[in-house]
Every structure is written in C-alpha cells, then in structure tokens.
C-alpha cells in the first residue's frame, strides 16, 4: 500500500516554456501532499503543501505564480512550472499524506532540466 | 521556523558493525520524527519513524531514539550490510509539515 506515482520521470525543455508534472497516489486518497526540490547531493526543500480543493501554500521564497500547483481530487496533484529557465532545472518529488496520518509517502520524482 | 541539524554528513562501517546517525531540532512543537533511506536517483523511502510520546522505537536492526528534553533524535543500524549504504535523512515536524536534516551518506564495506 501507499503507492504514489509522478509524472513525467524526466523532462527536457527549452528556457520559457512551461512544464507540468503529475503526483498521484495509487491506492489511497491524499487529503495533503507535497511539493519538494532537490539539488544534488542536497536535502529536500519544501516547496508547497497542497490540500484537496484548497489554493496551496507556498514556503518562503517560492514564486507562487511560477509554481503553480493544483489539487483538484484527493489522488491527483499538479505542479506547473511556468517560464522555465535553466536555473529551475532540478529534481522535483512529491509527497502525499493519508487522512488522519502521519506519514508522507513518496513519488519516485522528475528530472527537470531546463536548456 | 523548524531548524534540523544532522550529522555526520558521510558515515563508512564495516559490513556487521553499528552505524549511528544524529539529529536535533529546534522547534519544541514538532512531534513527528520520521527517517528516510534514499538510493542514488531514487524516491526517498521511509525506514522508521517515531512520535513525541514515544522515547524509542525499534525494527529488526533499525531503531530510533527520541530526547524531546534535549530535543535530539537518533537511527541506529545494527549488523551493517552492503545493502544498507543510502543517503539517509531525518525529519522534525508536524503532519502538516516535516523540515528534513542534510542527509548522511552510509557506506558499508566489505
């Protein structure tokens, strides 16, 4: 159980376009999931926390309206990365958290590079 | 906001000796501690986690130890193996939301 997919695994695109990545999970329904980036060989940086049906929240220092992020049922949440420049080139996970539960399960993330 | 230290950063054991890894937090209202385990270009995947009404937590060769007093938390890895090597991450937070540690690096050699 607590199986949660991301989509697309990787993805190549030229600076100023937009790409959209998929987080689901599989076999639960994810009242709260997660938005995280990771540097190489770095920690993972909360981005957003998204809540079905609710605008998301952003942490400190995350451009909202580059990052857009929506979660429209419980097993499907979209991150949308807009005017894509190469310094956004990175490794994007998601997360997703049950009702009443603790525990964040991961997606297996996507690749980002932005030439 | 929460801060979370960890250390050591790279941590190499011998196949079958105890590996330990370190954490402390800053926030006294976290009272979530999960650790995960994360292989090169792989999802992080949770190992153990602990909650702040428990002082220890133990599975198999993994456990975890919990001082909210001192607000520090610890994994321990007993009998090592290869398969064992992984960045692995400690988190402090809530159920709305985690801060991660750096990571430390495990190599387990032969």
């Known amino acids: 159980g607590a199986v949660v997919s991301q989509h697309p695994s990787w993805v190549i695109c030229k600076s100023g376009t937009s790409v959209k990545i998929e987080c689901r999970s599989l076999?639960?329904?994810?009242?709260?999931m997660f938005w995280y980036r990771q540097f190489p060989k770095q920690s993972l940086m909360l981005m957003a926390t998204?809540?079905?049906?609710?605008?998301?929240?952003?942490e400190q220092g995350v451009e909202k309206d580059k990052f857009l992020i929506n979660h429209a049922s419980l097993t499907l949440s979209t991150l949308t990365v807009t005017s894509a420049h190469p310094e956004d080139s990175s490794f994007y996970i998601c997360?997703?958290?049950?009702?009443?539960?603790?525990?964040?399960?991961f997606g297996p993330g996507t690749r980002l590079t932005v030439t | 906001g929460e801060n979370v230290e960890q250390h050591p950063s790279t941590l190499s054991v011998q196949e079958g000796d105890s590996a330990v890894i370190k954490c402390t937090y800053s926030?006294?209202?976290?009272?979530?501690f999960p650790w995960y385990k994360q292989e090169l270009g792989k999802r992080p995947q949770l190992i153990i986690d602990?909650?702040?009404?428990?002082g220890e937590k133990k599975d198999q060769r993994i456990a975890v130890t919990l001082n909210k007093t001192a607000k520090h938390f610890s994994l321990h890895i007993t009998e090592t193996q290869p398969e064992d090597s992984a960045v692995y991450f400690c988190?402090?937070?809530?159920?709305?939301?985690?801060?991660f540690g750096t990571g430390t690096r495990l190599q387990v050699t032969l």
């Open positions: 997360s997703a958290r049950g009702t009443s539960a603790y525990e964040q399960y």
């Open positions: 076999d639960f329904q994810a009242t709260t």
């Open positions: 998204s809540n079905e049906g609710s605008k998301a929240t952003y």
């Open positions: 926030d006294s209202a976290s009272n979530y």
């Open positions: 602990i909650r702040s009404n428990v």
């Open positions: 988190a402090a937070g809530t159920a709305s939301k985690l801060t």
